[in-house]
Structures are given as structure tokens and as C-alpha cells.
């Protein structure tokens, strides 16, 4: 991780007695003999335990059902533990931006979007929300004025705590609302259950999104103010950000639109101090923390502190291949020939060589764009946006002995999203927002993309198809793209096919119920409170 809280404690310090799994384990007690009182009986465990609910994005342990990194009999942590290689996955190889060529149980179906509910993918990624939420929840028990007072903690230290306590809610809404895109209905459960009384209750998606917004409101006057929290570290602006992208797509998961609200928050974002890096492929590059008057809230990776096989190392390492040239991304151990892209994606953009719209970062050379075979890595153009190198072209400065493991942070936020998010918002009726601002907010987007004025649009040419199509064009491979084509309604139907959609070469519409996966069956069998999702 780069410079900020995360890195000046000693990981592993501590073991914070949760569980992975919110249903199967909740009546076990910890084996070893650091509990709760040991954790947090000074203001460091505080600091440790905080640490690891901001953690949990970034590493993997403590995953699965039995507490541990076995999903279920899954053996593969790369795979499967990971939070950000598994929501990618979810996001972007069920859409027209990603295919993957390796036949590891569960990730072929995703692009085929055939998948069951013993999907290993889907599967990981429940449980892995479920985990940071889980940590979350033990976090805010253990923090509250009563257990402050009891361990003797006052003053500015009991004041750190409660901050602590805003940002883990933060984390815990932001890991439901990826349960509530993703699953629709899962179960539910806060710091009030005590751990191992219950069983958790399943929540309704409209029941959920409300109480996702009602957290977010209540913790924003208490947040810091924008940019002015540690570098990793949710702000007011993450909450105004993640707010915009809960209405923009309200209508998804309430029926209710509430593009009004999306337009109030993400000008909030907007109007903080936030502006857009001068050259768009610095965004994901090994030192793009300095990338901090764009990005509004990051998962932060270090090749020798948050070493694993998911996250941006996956991002970089699977996307190379073929004849292409490893120290070109910064990797000495070399790729590992997976993702690459279709030929959807390649085409909204006016040449696949980036000459005229910089954002077009494609490997084309012994690639071919029509893709026959999906396991053959040199079918489909292969992306060439995430590199372990700096600015300068000099090796990430972090990178591990071996050079696995990468330095790119990810963007959970950044503001070309809020631009987009408030144009898409406008064009659909919300009020309080015009045309003309929102005309001039994806004209900054693309005078970045094009280094002038040519790339800019009029009026005319600001309609939803532009949108959908210009998020692709700046927010490929950031695990947008299934989110926003469930919303165009273009993600199951036939109105939009790509190639290999549904697992024919020219595509096909699929079954509407895939707009949302499955519970994982396990989970469904072991609580007596969990309804599977229709379809399924």
C-alpha cells in the first residue's frame, strides 16, 4: 500500500474474532486465545482492527464458511478470495469488455452467462462482501462510548475511534450495496446481532436500499471533508459519490427513479475541488496515488505489503500475453496471458491505436480483433491499461523480489464518474441540473481523451446511447460495465449482443432473471431464512 494508514501498523498483530460465512459459523467461538478484549484493549488494537476492515479489500484470509480461504471446497485464492478480482469478473466478463480464456470451475459460464448458484466466482464474491461487512459489525461492537469508557480510552484517542467508526459504517454500506447490485436479496445483518445469537434475516432490495442511503446520510456531517482524510481513507465526497451511483440506478433496484438525487450529489462531488489528471494513462500506473485531485476513494496495493493474486496484480499480469513485452508493463515474472477484450468495445472508439482518443489502450499487434476461440489469448485485442510502471517508465518502486505482485491502486471513485453520472442523470429528467453544464462536463472528459477541442461534442449529440457508450469509452476495465448495461437495459435482452454474449459466436439475449445472480446454495440450505432467487 502506499503512504497511509495501512501501512504504518504491523499486520497480523491481532485476529479480530469474526467469521467469513454470516450463516453457517455463528455459533462457533474463537480457537486461539486472542479475543475481543485483547484486540481492543488499547488504542493501537483500534488502529490494527480499523485497519483490517479498510484491509479486507485488498488481501484475502478469513474467507470462506469454516473461516478460511477454502470457499466451499474452491481451492484457488487468486480466483476466488479476492474482493476485487471477483466483483471484476462479475462486472466485466459478463459483458462485452472482457473475455477470459482459462477453464478454472465457474469462469467460463460467465461470459457464456450461464452460471448456477454453486458458481465458484459468485460464491467468492458473496462471501467476501459478507466477510468485510462482518468486520465492519465487530468493528462498530467494540467501539461503541460504553466499551470506549469501559477500557479506559478517552479523549482524542475516543475521538479517532468514533471517526473510525463513520468510515467502517462507510465500508459496510459499500460492500451492501454490492450485495444489493449483485444478489438483489441477501441476508442481512448489522453490529445490533449479536455474533452467533441469530440467524440472519433475508432483506428485501428496495428495504436494502434504503437502509444503504440512510446509513450514508447519517455518517456524512460527520466524515472528513472532502480530501482531507489519509490517502485510502473514505471522505464525505465517497459518500456523496457512492450516494450519486445508488439513484442513478434507484429504478433498479426500487422501481422508484431518483435521478433528482443523483444529480444533487454528484455535483456535490464535482463542486469539492476534485479535477481531472492532465493525461488519462496515468490513472492506473504504479504510482498513481498522486492521481489524488481525481480519484476520490481508492483500494490501495503494494507489492511487497498486499501481496496476493487478485486485485490490480490480476488486472496486469492476466491481461498480457502472446508476443507482447513484459517489461513493457513492468511485470519481470511475466504474463499470464487471460483477459483480453471484444471487438464491442474496440469499435466505440475511432482507432484502436489511441492516435485520436488516448483512452483506446489496445495491444493489436499478433492479436486478432474477431474472436473464434475464446481460450486462445490471441483472439480479441488485449488491453494495455494497467502497468506496474511510474510515470517516468521506471519499475514500480515496491514491486516484491520476485516481480509478482504490482503497486496500481484501483479507483473505487474518481470524477470522470460523476460527470457522466450527472449528464446520464439530466438527459433521464432529473431537475436541478442543464444540459449546457452537462454538455461541458463530457466535453472535459473528452478534451483529456483527445489532448484538444476535436473530440468534443454539441448538444445534439448528448443522448443516453452517447452515454452508455462514452462510460465504456473512459470506465473500461474499472467493473462498471454489467451495472451499467443492466440499467440501458441492454445486459440480457437482445436489443444489444456482442460477440460470445449467451456463448454463441454473434451473441444472443438471455433468460431476464440473470439481471441478478443466485444466493449461493449453500447459504440457501443452511439458512431456513433465505429465499433463492427466481430462476435459479
Not at 34 to 55: C, I, L
Not at 232 to 249: H, I, K, P, S, T
Not at 385 to 405: E, F, M, Q, S, V
Not at 495 to 506: D, Q, S
Request: glycine share 8%; hydrophobic share 35%.
Amino acid at each position: 500500500m502506499k503512504k497511509n494508514f495501512l501501512n504504518k501498523i504491523v499486520t497480523g498483530a491481532f485476529m479480530v474474532a469474526v467469521l467469513g460465512s454470516c450463516v453457517k459459523d455463528l455459533d462457533r467461538l474463537p480457537t486461539n486465545e486472542v479475543t475481543a478484549e485483547t484486540v481492543y484493549s488499547t488504542p493501537m488494537g483500534y488502529r490494527q482492527a480499523f485497519a483490517k476492515v479498510y484491509g479486507a479489500w485488498a488481501t484475502t484470509g478469513n474467507q470462506g464458511p469454516a473461516g478460511n480461504n477454502d470457499l466451499q471446497g474452491v481451492p484457488d485464492e487468486g480466483n476466488f478470495a479476492d474482493f476485487l478480482r471477483t466483483f471484476w469478473y462479475t462486472q466485466e466478463l459478463t459483458t462485452d469488455e472482457a473475455v477470459l480464456g482459462w477453464n478454472d470451475p465457474g469462469l467460463p459460464d460467465l461470459h457464456n452467462m450461464s452460471w448456477s448458484a454453486d458458481n465458484p466466482v459468485l460464491v467468492g464474491l458473496y462471501y467476501r462482501s459478507t466477510f468485510q461487512i462482518t468486520l465492519a459489525n465487530d468493528f462498530l461492537r467494540q467501539s461503541t462510548d460504553d466499551k470506549l469508557s469501559s477500557r479506559g480510552i478517552s479523549g482524542a484517542d475516543a475521538d479517532m475511534i468514533r471517526q473510525f467508526r463513520n468510515e467502517a459504517r462507510f465500508v459496510r454500506a459499500y460492500q451492501y450495496w454490492v450485495l444489493m447490485d449483485a444478489y438483489g436479496n441477501p441476508p442481512f445483518f448489522t453490529d445490533a446481532d449479536q455474533l452467533g445469537s441469530t440467524i440472519p434475516q433475508q432483506i428485501k432490495r428496495a428495504d436494502l436500499f434504503n437502509y444503504i442511503e440512510s446509513e450514508l446520510k447519517a455518517i456524512e456531517p460527520q466524515m472528513a471533508a472532502p480530501r482531507q482524510n489519509e490517502y485510502g481513507r473514505a471522505d464525505q465526497a465517497a459518500v456523496w459519490a457512492l450516494l450519486a451511483r445508488l439513484y442513478l440506478n434507484a429504478e433498479v433496484y426500487t422501481g422508484t427513479a431518483r435521478y433528482t438525487d443523483a444529480i444533487t450529489y454528484s455535483k456535490r462531488v464535482i463542486d469539492a475541488g476534485y479535477s481531472l489528471v492532465p493525461n488519462y494513462r496515468h490513472l492506473f500506473l504504479a504510482d498513481n496515488h498522486l492521481n489524488t485531485n481525481e480519484f476520490i476513494l481508492t483500494i490501495n496495493y503494494d507489492g511487497l505489503r498486499t501481496q496476493g493474486f487478485g486485485g490490480t496484480t490480476f488486472l496486469t499480469h492476466a491481461a498480457v500475453g502472446g508476443n507482447m513485452d513484459k517489461s513493457q508493463f513492468g511485470i519481470p515474472s511475466g504474463g499470464w496471458g487471460g483477459i483480453r477484450t471484444t471487438k464491442a468495445l474496440v469499435n466505440l472508439f475511432p482507432d484502436a491505436n489511441g492516435d485520436a482518443d488516448k483512452r483506446a489502450q489496445f495491444h493489436t499487434n499478433g492479436q486478432q480483433l474477431e474472436i473464434t476461440s475464446i481460450g486462445s489469448f490471441t483472439h480479441g485485442y488485449a488491453i494495455t491499461k494497467y502497468r506496474n510502471l511510474t510515470r517516468t517508465g521506471a519499475l514500480a518502486p515496491n514491486i516484491d523480489p520476485k516481480g509478482d505482485h504490482v503497486d496500481i491502486d484501483f479507483p473505487l471513485f474518481r470524477l470522470p464518474e460523476m460527470y457522466l453520472i450527472y449528464a446520464e442523470a439530466v438527459l433521464r429528467g432529473g431537475t436541478g441540473g442543464n444540459i449546457a453544464t452537462a454538455l461541458q462536463y463530457i466535453n472535459a472528459i473528452r478534451q483529456r481523451a483527445y489532448g484538444n477541442a476535436s473530440g468534443n461534442i454539441g448538444q445534439q449529440q448528448l443522448t443516453l446511447d452517447f452515454i452508455i457508450d462514452e462510460r465504456a469509452r473512459e470506465l473500461y476495465w474499472e467493473a462498471h460495465r454489467r451495472t451499467d448495461l443492466i440499467r440501458f437495459n441492454r445486459f440480457t435482452s437482445g436489443t444489444y449482443l456482442w460477440p460470445w454474449k449467451g456463448g454463441v459466436p454473434n451473441g444472443r439475449a438471455v433468460e431476464s432473471y440473470r439481471r441478478i445472480f443466485p444466493i449461493p446454495s449453500a447459504d440457501v440450505t443452511a439458512n431456513r431464512n433465505l429465499v433463492q432467487n427466481p430462476g435459479y
